[in-house]
Nanobody
Framework: QVHLVESGGGLVQAGGSLRLSCAASGRTFSNLVSGWFRQAPGKERELVAAIGWSATTTYVLNSVKGRFTISRDNAKNTMYLQMNSLEPEDTAIYYC?????????????????WGQGTQVTVFS
């Protein structure tokens, strides 16, 4: 079992930055693929970015490429999402997730482990 806790969300003006963190406990986090999902009001949950156990970025959503960076520190059992040049369209609840593997296509990924979510609100 893996327990995931997100932090770092908040209210930010368009063009600003936020850094989300996901702290893991329980099962060895370094053996898992992990990622960030988001769900905006009235929309389906979507995969934003995913990263392999070796800290190699596996996937980044096209609409956030060049603005968001996913990373992880296995020694700290923590994953991050650095979000720059935020846009109002990035407003959503952001969830971290983890699983033993990730399928192709990546947007079909259904991880076993989820955090409770953190709200990100971008205003113009």
């Amino acid at each position: 079992q893996v327990h995931l806790v997100e932090s770092g969300g908040g209210l930010v003006q368009a063009g600003g930055s936020l850094r989300l963190s996901c702290a893991a406990s329980g099962r060895t986090f370094s053996n898992l693929v992990s990622g960030w999902f988001r769900q905006a009001p009235g929309k389906e949950r979507e995969l934003v970015a995913a990263i392999g156990w070796s800290a190699t970025t596996t996937y980044v959503l096209n609409s956030v490429k060049g603005r968001f960076t996913i990373s992880r520190d296995n020694a700290k059992n923590t994953m991050y999402l650095q979000m720059n040049s935020l846009e109002p369209e990035d407003t959503a609840i952001y969830y971290c997730a983890a699983h033993t593997s990730i399928p192709l296509p990546y947007n079909t990924w259904k991880p076993d482990y989820w955090g409770q979510g953190t709200q990100v609100t971008v205003f113009s």
